[in-house]
């Protein structure tokens, strides 16, 4: 075994440093540098200089699975180093058997270990010394780990959040209570209104994204996110620790009621039944914008069997179990819908008056002031106000150090809001003529056998707001703004089927009446 240097005699040799923290409280990038500090003060008392650093960042010395330990360690078996500096024994390991193994090749590398914050004795009672060193670390990891574990379970029965992550819709206050994100609970009582309403996740999750929502780490929806939120009685006001076997019912404020609570969990097992065997997909793509025109609740799209040929039937069913409004074949609401569109939007004077309309709209858009532009500008003349002011004290001679440092800091945040300023004027909104309007208008006429089920979710989004269906009319609201609609408040039904386009401008609502089935 190659022979054990004395401190004194260390000067040439080649010495490295190995600096670990592990993910606990208060653990940072500062314990980092509090060890470096130390070692590299040992190193300089005894004539030594650290060469190299490795460094394990928010690993615990629980396990050897740490990317730079190992390369220490592999590097070791090249010869690269003599000796390696920690701060203390706990640094290097706190299981026992890692720590036997490593120093163990360690030495038959001819390499040794020395500590900057405890005592290095070298012969047997510094072998002695160091066991009993690991032997406290390994026990006092153990104990921590124990009293870590009551601890969070008496948090967890105070009803306290025991990690970092928080369920979208919560935050926490000072006593790390959970406590409902006004930010954010938006999102939750809309997946839960919607979800429960019928809307399919796919639906739902393009919906959140549009909207500018994220899901709690900051990411996209995905149909995985709504299946989760659905899941979680925590938005119902259930506090839940598995991992602490605690439940407690009224543990945090509920975000939606036992009633949504209900509702979305009756269709979470519907989804469930409608993804077996006899399952029919169909596209339901008046979903979302369509209400029950009795009691006011969002349609929803269903599915049945013959039991005699197997045949699938689909409809629009009211999301309220209570309502007793009869269920709309799908199809033939559907083309309803449809062909309204077409009688009322798509054809040659109401398309005119509509591209007039999108003109319009533009041009009043592009004569908008910019409220970014003017925010950045306000700014900007604040800061060169200020800037003046400390030049005049500078010229005056009563300026100090500390004005000349914000003079800097001022024109540097000048130089910055003008090269934004210039970015936003060098933008050029994408405008289009009556004729560009009119073309993109006119590839919605298609022949009606080519009309499918693609076809009709995209004049749907396009053209409608929303929909109203009870037993015996159909309402069907436009996007159409309240001005144009206000050029035909007066015109009768009559009126409006007459080919004069000076009369049938837009229609916002349109009335179909339906015949009992």
């Known amino acids: 075994m190659p022979r054990k240097k004395k401190l004194q005699e260390v000067g040439g040799l080649r010495l490295v440093a190995y600096y670990r923290y592990s993910g606990g409280s208060g653990q940072t990038e500062q314990s980092i540098e509090g060890q470096r500090r130390d070692c590299e003060a040992y190193a300089k008392l005894h004539g030594m200089t650290i060469q190299h650093e490795y460094i394990d960042r928010h690993i615990s010395g629980k396990t050897d699975d740490r990317v730079s330990f190992q390369q220490m360690i592999r590097d070791s078996d090249k010869g690269a180093f003599d000796m390696v500096i920690c701060w203390k024994t706990d640094r290097f390991a706190r299981n026992r058997y890692d720590s036997a193994v490593y120093k163990k090749r360690l030495r038959d590398n001819g390499v040794e270990i020395i500590y900057a914050a405890e005592s290095n004795i070298s012969g047997a009672e510094g072998i002695i010394i160091e066991g009993l060193m690991e032997s406290l670390a390994e026990y006092y990891s153990a104990e921590l780990a124990e009293k870590m574990r009551r601890g969070m379970r008496e948090s967890a029965l105070k009803c306290q959040a025991i990690n970092r992550c928080r369920p979208l819709g919560f935050t926490t206050d000072a006593g790390k209570k959970f406590i409902i994100d006004e930010r954010t609970a938006p999102a939750v009582r809309f997946i839960f209104e919607h979800y429960a ?21 900051g990411n996209e929806f995905n149909k995985s996110s709504i299946n989760r939120i659905i899941q979680n009685e925590m938005y119902r006001g259930v506090y839940i620790s598995k991992a602490y076997d605690v439940r407690i019912e009224g543990g945090v404020p509920a975000i939606v009621d036992d009633e949504l609570w209900r509702r979305a969990q009756a269709m979470a097992k519907l989804n469930k039944q409608k993804r077996a065997k006899y ?12 209400y029950c025109g009795e009691c006011g609740c969002l349609m929803k799209g269903i599915s049945g069997h013959s039991s005699t040929n197997g045949e699938v039937y689909r409809y629009y069913a009211c999301s309220n179990p209570k309502c007793k409004k009869h269920n709309v074949p799908k199809e033939e609401l559907e083309g309803k819908v449809i062909q309204a569109i077409i009688d009322n939007l798509l054809q040659p004077e109401a398309m005119e008056a509509l591209a007039e309309a999108m003109v319009a709209v533009q041009e009043t858009d592009a004569d908008k002031p910019n409220a970014e532009r003017e925010a950045i500008q306000q700014e900007l003349a604040d800061v060169r106000r200020r800037s003046k002011n400390i030049l005049d004290a500078i010229e005056n001679g009563t300026a100090n150090p500390h004005l000349t440092a914000r003079l800097d800091e001022l024109t540097e945040r000048e130089n910055t809001l003008r090269f934004q300023l210039s970015t936003l004027t060098d933008e050029k909104p994408l405008r289009f003529t009556k004729e560009e309007y009119l073309f993109l208008l006119e590839q919605f006429l298609i022949d009606p056998a080519e009309r499918n089920e693609d076809y009709g979710r995209r004049v749907v989004h396009t053209f409608v707001t929303s929909m109203e269906v009870s037993d ?25 089927q007459k080919e004069s386009s000076t009369v049938k401008r837009l229609v916002r609502v349109a009335r179909i009446e339906l015949t009992a089935s």
Do not use: C, M, W
């Open 197 to 217: 309403a019928g809307e399919s996740a796919a639906y739902i999750v393009e919906q959140l994204n549009e909207k500018g929502y994220r899901t709690s780490q």
């Open 279 to 290: 399952s029919a997909k169909a596209d339901y793509f008046l979903s979302g914008k369509l």
């Open 472 to 496: 015996s009319k159909l309402l069907i609201y436009f996007n159409i703004s309240e001005e144009n609609a206000d050029k035909n408040k007066n015109a009768s039904p009559s009126e409006l």
